[in-house]
């Protein structure tokens, strides 16, 4: 796991092909399985993604993305839109962090990069702790996907 003042880098490595981790990338229907959260449908260049979080201890919290670039097997990124502290906040608002996930194919399977960054958008009372809570959570969903991809 890589920090920096405005990054979270995780690299892991998975023991499935390719194509079985882009689909537990990018199927809504998987990632809400390995994420934990309820998604309302397909994820879509452009688009924006809404849900619910099914983690324990964080089901309160709503899920809101815009999908930003879907490479197939290469590249799936989105900007994830954190609470602003005025709550009411339209999306476009909101603050943001992007999210993405690099694959590469390896002798093994695949190497998953996942990097969040942009944390300086996110108000300063608040970036610490979020970036703090997302670097551990990142942790937990790398150990879940590839559970999920190994099953």
Do not use: C
Not at 5 to 33: C, H, M, N
Not at 38 to 45: K, Q, R, S, T, V
Not at 117 to 128: A, Q
């Amino acid at each position: 796991m890589a920090d920096s003042a405005d990054k979270i880098e995780k690299v892991i490595e998975l023991s499935a092909p390719i194509s079985r981790v882009w689909r537990a990338l990018t199927d809504y229907r998987e990632f809400g399985q390995w994420f934990r959260v309820a998604l309302d449908g397909p994820f879509e260049p452009g688009a924006v993604s809404t849900g619910k979080m099914t983690y324990p201890g964080y089901e309160h919290h709503p899920w809101l993305a815009t999908v930003e670039r879907m490479e197939p097997e290469r590249l799936f990124s989105f900007r994830w839109h954190h609470d602003d502290e005025s709550a009411q906040a339209g999306i476009s608002e909101r603050p943001t962090t992007l999210v993405e996930f690099r694959l590469e194919a390896t002798i093994n399977g695949t190497r998953l990069t996942i990097t969040e960054s942009g944390f300086s958008s996110l108000p300063e009372s608040r970036r610490i702790d979020i970036m703090r809570g997302n670097a551990e959570g990142w942790e937990i969903q790398s150990r879940n996907i590839a559970a999920h991809v190994a099953a």
